[in-house]
Nanobody, 124 residues
Framework: QVQLVESGGGFVQAGGSLRLSCAAS????????MGWFRQAPGKERQFVAA???????YYGDSVKGRFTISRDNAKNTVDLQMNSLKPEDTAVYYC??????????????????WGQGTQVTVSS
């Protein structure tokens, strides 16, 4: 069965950095586009970043220039490097995988599989 397991979350002060990692198993990783989404309490799930099978990258407006998504097909992992963190980045961060998106990698409903999430807390 497909499993996506996130790691690397934690507590950091504003301006700091964290690196999230998602380890995938049970799927042919190189065939999937991968995405990161986040959800803060009382808010809808928000697109953060995505990387296609061909390594094209996409970012939400609020994280452009601060976050970087990357993938390693040899290790079946997708990482999210988060720099210059702000309190508004506080959320549970989810990794997701999609074999073939009908419309856009920025839409949560396009994704086939999801991880359990990892908490990121940024203090001011």
């Amino acid at each position: 069965q497909v499993q996506l397991v996130e790691s690397g979350g934690g507590f950091v002060q504003a301006g700091g950095s964290l690196r999230l990692s998602c380890a995938a198993s049970g799927l042919t990783f190189s065939r999937y586009a991968m995405g990161w989404f986040r959800q803060a309490p009382g808010k809808e799930r928000q697109f953060v970043a995505a990387i296609s099978r061909s390594y094209s990258t996409y970012y939400g407006d609020s994280v452009k220039g601060r976050f970087t998504i990357s993938r390693d097909n040899a290790k079946n992992t997708v990482d999210l490097q988060m720099n210059s963190l702000k309190p508004e980045d506080t959320a549970v961060y989810y990794c997701a995988a999609v074999l073939r998106a009908a419309h856009s990698l920025m839409i949560a409903g396009e994704y086939d599989y999801w991880g359990q999430g990892t908490q990121v807390t940024v203090s001011s």
